[in-house]
């Protein structure tokens, strides 16, 4: 089954407008990490935001900020005022252990091709 | 330094050579990562090292072949791939203990395999 899901296969979105992402998760640990993460034409995975489980407030970084409702399993990441160079691929992602080992894993969503219109 | 660095950065390789992907990192972690990215498709996990030794192996075919030498290097030995092996591999690092550790990835090799 799925963990992560991104329903967003593509977004276009105007410059300075907002933007927001979905995530929905599924796990049945009490303790993990969400993260996103960027990723442009050019392959590297950027670092975004991090939430944690237990974390009470909304984590934000900058022009992103990530709307996290535990209930809902839900961890939208949001951007602010959009520029063009936010076009890119956004991965939602969630540390959590692996099965039948001492290690930990980051499973990765689909991913949001995001691109931002001039 | 807080970078992890993959070389070479492209790599175009016949289905009988013997190549090896390179990974470097000086951040003091302990746990290090392959991962497998097709186009258009996010990661996939292949094999985790932690405290140089291999705790994760995702039912990858043995034509791939990790090396943890150190706690700061790792590398992927590759003989007699397949043209479905042309990907984009990702090494990264990270703390090994610690949920709210994310990782920090290298920049990839792209891989292509003729």
């Known amino acids: 089954a799925q963990k992560i899901t991104q329903t967003q296969p593509g977004m276009f979105v105007q410059e300075k407008e907002a933007v927001t992402l979905d995530c929905t998760y599924d796990t049945s640990d009490q303790s993990y990490g969400l993260f996103w993460y960027k990723q442009p034409s050019s392959g590297e995975m950027i670092f975004l935001i991090y939430?944690?489980?237990?974390?009470?407030q909304n984590a934000t970084e900058g022009r992103y900020s990530l709307n996290f409702q535990k209930a809902r399993k839900s961890a939208n990441l949001v951007i602010s005022a959009s520029q063009l160079g936010d076009s890119a691929m956004y991965f939602c992602?969630?540390?959590?252990?692996?099965?039948?080992?001492?290690?930990?894993?980051?499973?990765f969503g689909k991913g949001t091709h995001l691109i931002i219109q001039p | 330094d807080t970078e992890v660095t993959q070389t070479p950065k492209h790599l175009v390789m016949g289905m009988t050579n013997k190549k090896s992907l390179k990974c470097e990192q000086h951040?003091?972690?302990?746990?290090m990562y392959w991962y497998k990215q097709k186009a258009k498709k996010p990661p996939e996990l292949m094999f985790v090292y932690s405290y140089e030794k291999l705790s994760i192996n995702e039912s990858v075919p043995s034509r791939f072949s990790p090396e943890c030498p150190n706690s700061s290097l790792l590398n992927l030995h590759l003989h007699a791939l397949q043209p479905e092996d042309s990907a984009l591999y990702l090494c990264?690092?990270?703390?090994?203990?610690?949920?709210?550790?994310?990782?920090?990835f290298g920049s990839g090799t792209r891989l292509t395999v003729v």
């Open positions: 990264a690092s990270s703390q090994d203990r610690g949920l709210g550790y994310g990782y920090t």
């Open positions: 992602a969630m540390r959590e252990r692996l099965p039948g080992g001492g290690a930990d894993g980051l499973t």
């Open positions: 951040m003091g972690h302990r746990a």
């Open positions: 939430q944690g489980s237990y974390d009470e």
